[in-house]
C-alpha cells in the first residue's frame, strides 16, 4: 500500500512538473523585463496589463483574450497562477512585442473636462451649524459653503485650462437630486482620448464637537460598476474589459484623492488637520462613469473650524487647496498617456 501511494505522489509531482514546468509560458513579471514594459496587475479582477510608451496590452487570468489599447481584440493561451506568480503564453509575449514594436498613432491622452458638484442647494441646507461673531449667532449653512468654495475653484481652473470644459452641476442656490447630478456627469460629451474628472464638495458634522479636518473620499475598489453597455462591445469580453476600466477609475480615483490631500494640508494644514483619504460607496461617486472623489473640506459642528467656514478667505484657501490637487492629477494623466494605475 505505502509503495502504491508512493508511486501515485511521484506520478503527481511529475503531472506538476510537466503542466507547470512548460516552456511555452513565461512569468510575466520575466516578460515584462524583457520588454523593458511597465506591469500593471490588480488582484482582485485578476487582470493585468503591459504598457511600453503609451502602447497597451492588457490580459486577464484564465481568459484567452488579449485587449490592445483598450480597442483591439485577439485570442491567446490563457494566463494562469501558481504560487502566486502569474504565467502568460509565449504568444501573449510575442503579441507584446510586436505591438510596441509600432509607434503609438494617438498619444493625445488628455483631461477634457472637470466637473465640479457643490453638494446641496435649494430646499436642501446640507448640515447646519451655528457661529457666534460679535455677540450674535447665526447659522452656518452647508450649502453655501460648499457653493462659495467651488465658485472659486471654477474660476481658479477655468483659468488655468482655458481649452478644457470648466462645468458645475449648479452655480447658484437651487436644488438637484443625486440622480441629476450624476446624470449630467455621464452626458458630458468628449472627444476620443479625453477623460473627465468629477468633484463632490461637502461640509461635515458630527456629534462629537472637538471633530475637525477635512477627507477626501474616493469608491471603494470592492465596488464594482457596469461602465461598458453590451452594445458598446462583444459580450463575450464585456466582463473583462469593464473590470480593467473599473479598476483604472478606482485608481485614478485615489491618485486624485491623495493630491487633493497634499494640495490642501500646504493650503490650511497650519488651521485643521487631514483626517486622510476615505473609502465609501457614495451615490454620486458610485454612479458617475468617471475617476471621481467627494472632497469633505470641515465640520460645521465644530465652533472654532466653523468660524473659519464661515470667512471667505478661509475658502478661498480651500479651494486653492483643491484647484492644486486637480491641476497635479491633470498633468500627472496627461504626462503619463493616461495610465494611472499601479502595479
Not at 60 to 68: D, V
Not at 113 to 131: V, W
Request: charged share 25%; aromatic share 10%; no cysteine.
Amino acid at each position: 500500500m505505502k509503495r502504491k501511494i508512493i508511486l501515485f505522489s511521484t506520478i503527481l509531482l511529475f503531472f506538476n512538473f510537466f503542466l507547470f514546468a512548460n516552456d511555452e509560458y513565461i512569468s510575466v513579471q520575466e516578460a515584462s523585463s524583457q520588454l523593458g514594459a511597465n506591469l500593471f496587475w490588480d488582484p482582485m479582477t485578476k487582470s493585468g496589463i503591459l504598457e511600453k510608451d503609451g502602447n497597451s496590452l492588457a490580459f486577464a487570468l484564465n481568459q484567452e483574450i488579449a485587449i490592445s489599447n483598450f480597442k483591439d481584440f485577439s485570442v491567446t493561451n490563457a494566463p494562469y497562477m501558481k504560487d502566486d506568480i502569474v504565467y502568460i503564453h509565449k504568444d501573449l509575449l510575442e503579441k507584446a512585442k510586436e505591438l510596441f514594436s509600432k509607434p503609438l498613432l494617438d498619444t493625445n491622452f488628455k483631461i477634457g473636462a472637470i466637473l465640479i458638484d457643490p453638494g446641496h442647494g435649494g430646499k436642501d441646507p446640507g448640515t447646519i451649524g451655528t457661529i457666534t461673531k460679535n455677540g450674535k449667532k447665526t447659522s452656518l449653512n452647508e450649502k453655501d459653503i460648499v457653493l462659495n468654495v467651488a465658485l472659486e475653484l471654477n474660476n481658479l481652473l477655468k483659468s488655468k485650462y482655458p481649452d478644457k470644459k470648466i462645468m458645475m452641476t449648479r452655480s447658484t442656490d437651487v436644488f438637484l437630486t443625486l440622480e441629476q447630478r450624476v446624470d449630467i456627469a455621464n452626458s458630458v460629451k468628449l472627444a476620443e482620448n479625453e477623460a473627465i474628472v468629477y468633484v463632490s464638495i461637502h461640509a461635515n458634522s458630527a456629534f462629537d464637537k472637538k471633530a475637525k479636518g477635512f477627507e477626501t473620499w474616493y469608491l471603494s475598489p470592492g465596488y464594482r460598476r457596469n461602465i461598458l453597455k453590451e452594445s458598446d462591445v462583444d459580450a463575450e469580453i464585456l466582463p473583462i474589459l469593464n473590470s480593467m476600466l473599473e479598476e483604472e477609475f478606482t485608481t485614478e480615483s485615489i491618485l486624485i484623492a491623495k493630491f487633493i490631500d497634499d494640495g490642501l494640508k500646504k493650503q490650511v494644514g497650519d488651521l485643521t488637520k487631514s483626517r486622510g483619504l476615505k473609502e465609501e460607496e457614495w451615490f454620486v461617486v458610485r454612479n458617475a462613469n468617471m475617476p471621481s472623489v467627494l472632497v469633505e473640506v470641515g465640520f460645521v459642528s465644530n465652533p472654532e473650524e466653523a468660524l473659519l467656514l464661515s470667512d471667505r478667505n478661509y475658502l478661498r484657501k480651500i479651494a486653492l487647496g483643491i484647484y492644486n490637487g486637480v491641476s497635479s492629477f491633470v498633468t500627472h494623466f496627461e504626462h503619463s498617456r493616461g495610465f494611472t494605475i499601479s502595479q
